[in-house]
């Protein structure tokens, strides 16, 4: 690497590396020029001065469109670490106001975490910042590195592994895991035996297509399995599947609880031991000094100490409608 002696910042174009972050996201020049505001002619022009600079073709044709070299995908997070430590330099700490903000953010998190945080979110926000608007997105721990480095999402809330050194996590709470099902379809009461609960055939929810999970795991280390009549990727539809067939799921405690109270289903500690889980928000390090997205993170940790709200309120209103 050359030494910054021997580079003339005077006559280097800051602009070069917000274009190069534009195409490594988007992956064509067309998309963009239209992220970056400019014309393609302009934002292809940018692209051969990238190469220039870097000696390097860092965006190739291939049969699935414009693919990054070794060496672009290397600079990725370089040069996106750069482009936030110079926003934290020009950006001012009071440059959002909630009230007046008409700012969008698109967080990313499984529909369980959705049905138990965005009522009470977007109440919230309704109350005191109305302009602020959120985009939610389907998320897994697989993909969300990826989201987050290509800035398709802003935060994410979920189970999560660890991430890069330009990922940042909070713990927002820790969760166990619970036994739900219909009482009367399955003819047993809490506490559930290990007898009845390999008996009974079980609804897995998986976001990796796998019809395995911790608890086949768990199972699997005292000598046990058990039947896995369905697998779905949506954990709020599995209360309503167990609300009409004799059949139990393991879920984690909060949105079985959620959803036990509103359905009329029991809820049972699980016969075997199983790991807490833990609950975080997830970022990329370059809205770490952003205001708005502090202020965000902030609001969503006192909202996800609260318990939340019963079900039944809603179900019978929609029942008089």
């Keep these: 690497m050359r030494s910054i002696d021997h580079i003339d910042l005077s006559r280097f174009d800051l602009n070069l590396l917000v274009a190069f972050d534009a195409l490594m996201t988007e992956r064509s020049v067309t998309r963009a020029a239209v992220r970056l505001g400019l014309g393609q002619s302009a934002t292809s022009h940018a692209l051969a001065r990238l190469r220039a600079l870097f000696g390097d073709e860092l965006l190739i044709r291939g049969p699935n469109g414009m693919q990054p070299t070794p060496r672009a995908l290397d600079l990725v997070e370089p040069v996106r670490s750069a482009l936030a ?10 440059a959002f106001d909630p009230a007046t903000s008409d700012r969008t953010f698109v967080i990313g998190m499984p529909d369980s975490t959705e049905v138990l945080l965005i009522p009470s979110l977007l109440a919230h926000l309704r109350e005191i910042a109305p302009g602020v608007r959120l985009l939610i997105r389907s998320i897994d721990r697989i993909r969300i590195l990826q989201d987050l480095d290509a800035d398709r999402v802003e935060l994410g809330i979920g189970l999560f592994d660890d991430g890069g050194l330009q990922h940042k996590r909070r713990l927002l709470h820790r969760d166990s895991y619970v036994c739900i099902f219909n009482a009367g379809l399955v003819g047993i009461e809490p506490p559930i035996t290990i007898e009845d609960y390999v008996r009974l055939p079980h ?11 911790v608890v086949d795991d768990a199972l699997a280390k005292i000598g046990l399995s058990r039947v896995i009549a369905l697998t779905s990727p949506r954990f709020t539809a599995v209360p309503f599947v167990v609300k009409q067939a004799p059949v139990i799921a393991t879920m984690h405690a909060r949105v079985a609880r959620f959803f036990a109270d509103a359905l009329d289903l029991t809820v049972s500690p699980a016969p075997i031991l199983l790991p807490d889980v833990s609950v975080s928000m997830i970022w990329h390090a370059s809205y770490d000094g952003d205001a708005g997205h502090r202020w965000l993170r902030d609001t969503i940790r006192k909202l996800s100490d609260s318990r939340p709200p019963s079900l039944n309120l809603w179900l019978s209103k929609a029942d008089e409608e």
């Design 85 to 94: 430590q110079v926003t934290s330099i020009v950006a001012r700490d009071d």
């Design 203 to 213: 609804v897995l929810t998986s976001l990796v297509e796998s019809a395995h999970g």
